[in-house]
């Protein structure tokens, strides 16, 4: 099996590991598995040409092992269609769900991001003024503000999306 230089020794055993437990008498794929920089808590994987490629979010690069253990679990059943244990599942949610770690990755995401905004006026209609009607209609002009913004692109399915990022916490 071949190592690649970048991929980490131990992260390596963490996969294999996990692979033999999913499926115990298939034959090893060469594995490659590294960090990398994505701008949110993603992970992939992929197979190709009979290796399993794996690149982890660098957020989770000081995970616990048993936090890693679990990731590994998560993916590998994931591209083996197989069920994802709740134990695996509950054990990486409630890492990436801890407060800690969602400062760091909001941090990341801000650092990282490149999400233009524009202003809440448009052509016809101001964002902020239907907010403010809607609000005092609806919820007694208890809402914090978000921030409002129209999109660079005509949209045809999606009208909106929400980001916390672009959000103020207050």
Not at 100 to 116: H, L
Not at 135 to 142: I, K
Request: glycine share 6%; charged share 25%; hydrophobic share 40%.
């Amino acid at each position: 099996m071949l190592v690649w230089p970048q991929v980490k020794p131990k992260l390596l055993e963490v996969f294999q590991k996990s692979y033999r437990q999913l499926r115990p008498r298939a034959p090893m794929p060469e594995l490659r598995v590294e960090f990398y920089p994505y701008t949110g808590v993603s992970h992939t994987i992929r197979m190709r040409d009979g290796r399993l490629l794996v690149r982890l979010s660098d957020l989770i690069e000081g995970a616990p092992e048993t936090v890693l253990s679990a990731l590994a679990h998560i993916l590998l059943a994931k591209i083996y269609r197989k069920q994802i244990e709740a134990v695996h599942s509950a054990r990486y949610r409630r890492y990436v769900g801890s407060r800690d770690f969602a400062a760091k990755a909001q941090m990341i995401r801000q650092s990282r991001g490149r999400k233009r905004l524009r202003m809440p006026q448009g052509h016809v209609y101001d964002l902020n003024e239907i907010f403010e009607d809607l609000n005092t209609r609806y919820f007694h002009g208890l809402l914090g503000r978000p921030r409002l913004t129209w999109s660079h692109n005509l949209a045809r399915r999606r009208l909106g999306h929400f980001d916390p990022l672009t959000t103020p916490l207050w």
